[in-house]
Nanobody, 125 residues
Framework: QVQLVEFGGGLVQPGDSLRLSCTVS????????MGWFRQAPGKEREFVAG?????????YYSNSVKGRFTISRDNAKNTVYLQMNSLKPEGTAVYFC?????????????????WGQGTQVTVSS
């Protein structure tokens, strides 16, 4: 059984930092690309960041988070991280991690086979 479990969401103020983690079981984690997506109330799900499988050499970011967010992975721990700095109110959303069997970690949501349940991030003063 494949499981993706996100941790680390919460309520923060604008400008704060937060680190999300996603622990994965049931797949050969190192071979999968991993992605982070988010969905705000009333909006469609959007790609946030992705990282390729194996050594995670390739990383991708949406324009809205580039320079502020960093995705990384620890294959020994079957975990992918999303470090979020300089958070903005528009970053309020449920954040999901997802696993890509093609190993790419790119932006298209359709390539991801497995999804976590999500963790809420609220950015508000």
């Amino acid at each position: 059984q494949v499981q993706l479990v996100e941790f680390g969401g919460g309520l923060v103020q604008p400008g704060d930092s937060l680190r999300l983690s996603c622990t994965v079981s049931g797949i050969i984690f190192s071979t999968y690309g991993m992605g982070w997506f988010r969905q705000a109330p009333g909006k469609e799900r959007e790609f946030v960041a992705g990282i390729s499988g194996s050594g995670g050499i390739s990383r991708y970011y949406s324009n809205s988070v580039k320079g502020r967010f960093t995705i990384s992975r620890d294959n020994a721990k079957n975990t992918v991280y999303l470090q979020m700095n300089s958070l903005k109110p528009e970053g309020t959303a449920v954040y999901f991690c997802a696993a890509d069997p093609y190993g790419m970690g790119q932006a298209s949501g359709g390539i991801y086979d497995y999804w976590g349940q999500g963790t809420q991030v609220t950015v508000s003063s």
